[in-house]
């Protein structure tokens, strides 16, 4: 079945909508789990009306939204206006998903969060860089009134969900890391990917998100923010009762899979880890983590040591020495059609999905997990190439 991309243009200032299908081409634009962040490039005819007379007025104060069958499928801030011809009949642009304002947004008092869930913890910053009240920090704080609502970022929705591991952020003597102080300037995104970064000496993990779109109630995109809850990821898990989506390589003439190559680099393996962490006095506390697994495997030791001027806690450079290990794996480059079998929409960023290869006598089924993409819709509008980036799990019998 044929779709039907189409690109809405809105006014961050104004927060309306300016232009229900901008004529663009050359697009691409990619997603990814958490602070992977994600691009958009494209041009549109210049002069084209729902744009200023000079393009770069509206930097900053424009959102761009593809559509695929009129469903949002990201939220971009138009940012840059790259270099063309004065004589060219077309105006190239390039622009950031909507939380990239976060890696502007400075911690200006201090947030303080004892034993609240590390998913409102995060939600909280959030609220912090888009002028809200936080809601769990003590005391709850917000920006001040000259700036809030210049930091206010439209149409995006927060969700509820919790983890159920609940944390401290508080800056302590011996571990210089973990609070917002309004000293230290902290920036947003920054904290954000510390708090997802974290890896307890017991397995905890930190937090993990990815964005959604839709379309809200007032007929307008959203970007929602989807968090894991207890089981730590998002989208559908490797174990999914009802099967994970399977992809065919080759893939024949209905199959989505046109392109899939893959190789592995062993000098990333890293089966133990160093932190050190910051002298006190005569002693210089450090933290370690082994990877038993591989060793036990015949994998050789492999040291990787890193220091931590701000951390004196053991506890926490363990965590951090945890974070260290590193298993390689084969990487992964797919080239998908969105209009084949599986389709465009069937599968989403944060599932786990299998890759089936005949290769040789050798039938084998890949477990892969997919952790972003670049989606580069036809300019003809009626179909899309889909690159998706994938981290690899276990080979299957």
Same mark, same amino acid.
């Given at each position: 079945?044929?779709?039907?991309?189409?690109?809405?243009?809105?006014?961050?200032?104004?927060?309306?909508?300016?232009?229900?299908?901008?004529?663009?081409?050359?697009?691409?634009?990619?997603?990814?789990?958490?602070?992977?962040?994600?691009?958009?490039?494209?041009?549109?005819?210049?002069?084209?009306?729902?744009?200023?007379?000079?393009?770069?007025?509206?930097?900053?104060?424009?959102?761009?939204?593809?559509?695929?069958?009129?469903?949002?499928?990201?939220?971009?801030?138009?940012?840059?206006?790259?270099?063309?011809?004065?004589?060219?009949?077309?105006?190239?642009?390039?622009?950031?998903?909507?939380?990239?304002?976060?890696?502007?947004?400075?911690?200006?008092?201090?947030?303080?969060?004892?034993?609240?869930?590390?998913?409102?913890?995060?939600?909280?910053?959030?609220?912090?860089?888009?002028?809200?009240?936080?809601?769990?920090?003590?005391?709850?704080?917000?920006?001040?009134?000259?700036?809030?609502?210049?930091?206010?970022?439209?149409?995006?929705?927060?969700?509820?969900?919790?983890?159920?591991?609940?944390?401290?952020?508080?800056?302590?003597?011996?571990?210089?890391?973990?609070?917002?102080?309004?000293?230290?300037?902290?920036?947003?995104?920054?904290?954000?990917?510390?708090?997802?970064?974290?890896?307890?000496?017991?397995?905890?993990?930190?937090?993990?998100?990815?964005?959604?779109?839709?379309?809200?109630?007032?007929?307008?995109?959203?970007?929602?923010?989807?968090?894991?809850?207890?089981?730590?990821?998002?989208?559908?898990?490797?174990?999914?009762?009802?099967?994970?989506?399977?992809?065919?390589?080759? &893939?024949?003439? +209905?199959? /989505?899979?046109?392109?899939?190559?893959? @190789?592995?680099?062993?000098?990333?393996? =890293?089966?133990? *880890?160093?932190?050190?962490?910051?002298?006190?006095?005569?002693?210089?506390?450090?933290?370690?983590?082994?990877?038993?697994?591989?060793?036990?495997?015949?994998?050789?030791?492999?040291?990787?040591?890193?220091?931590?001027?701000?951390?004196?806690?053991?506890?926490?450079?363990?965590?951090?020495?945890?974070?260290?290990?590193?298993?390689?794996?084969?990487?992964?480059?797919?080239?998908?059609? &969105?209009?084949? +079998?599986? /389709?465009?929409?069937?599968?989403?960023? @944060?599932?786990?999905?299998?890759?089936? =290869?005949?290769? *040789?006598?050798?039938?084998?089924?890949?477990?892969?997990?997919?952790?972003?993409?670049?989606?580069?819709?036809?300019?003809?509008?009626?179909?899309?190439?889909?690159?998706?980036?994938?981290?690899?799990?276990?080979?299957?019998?």
């Amino acid at each position: 079945m044929a779709v039907r991309w189409s690109y809405m243009l809105l006014d961050t200032t104004t927060r309306t909508l300016l232009d229900r299908n901008v004529p663009f081409t050359g697009v691409s634009f990619s997603d990814g789990l958490m602070d992977a962040g994600g691009t958009f490039q494209g041009s549109f005819p210049v002069n084209w009306p729902s744009f200023s007379e000079w393009v770069s007025s509206d930097q900053l104060r424009r959102v761009i939204v593809p559509c695929r069958d009129g469903v949002p499928q990201g939220l971009y801030l138009l940012t840059e206006t790259p270099a063309v011809s004065a004589a060219s009949q077309v105006q190239p642009v390039r622009g950031q998903r909507l939380d990239w304002l976060f890696r502007y947004r400075a911690i200006t008092k201090t947030l303080t969060f004892s034993n609240v869930d590390q998913n409102d913890i995060m939600r909280d910053l959030f609220r912090w860089g888009m002028g809200l009240m936080t809601n769990f920090a003590s005391p709850n704080q917000w920006l001040d009134d000259d700036v809030r609502a210049a930091a206010q970022i439209p149409w995006v929705v927060l969700d509820s969900e919790t983890s159920g591991v609940l944390r401290v952020r508080q800056e302590t003597t011996g571990n210089a890391d973990d609070g917002y102080p309004a000293t230290s300037r902290k920036i947003v995104s920054q904290m954000v990917k510390n708090l997802t970064d974290l890896r307890d000496a017991s397995g905890t993990r930190g937090p993990e998100y990815r964005w959604l779109y839709r379309t809200g109630t007032d007929g307008l995109p959203e970007m929602v923010l989807d968090t894991a809850g207890p089981r730590f990821v998002v989208g559908k898990p490797e174990d999914d009762p009802n099967g994970p989506i399977s992809f065919e390589f080759p &893939g024949g003439r +209905n199959g /989505s899979v046109r392109e899939a190559t893959y @190789g592995s680099d062993g000098t990333v393996i =890293v089966t133990r *880890g160093h932190v050190i962490g910051q002298k006190q006095d005569t002693t210089v506390p450090v933290g370690m983590a082994s990877y038993p697994d591989l060793l036990n495997q015949g994998i050789p030791l492999m040291d990787k040591v890193q220091s931590e001027s701000s951390v004196q806690d053991n506890g926490v450079l363990n965590a951090k020495a945890s974070g260290l290990l590193w298993a390689s794996d084969d990487a992964w480059s797919l080239t998908l059609d &969105g209009n084949g +079998n599986p /389709s465009y929409g069937s599968y989403a960023i @944060g599932d786990w999905v299998v890759l089936r =290869v005949r290769q *040789g006598r050798t039938p084998k089924r890949r477990s892969m997990r997919i952790t972003g993409w670049t989606i580069t819709p036809d300019d003809s509008g009626v179909t899309e190439k889909v690159t998706p980036t994938v981290q690899v799990g276990k080979w299957y019998g």
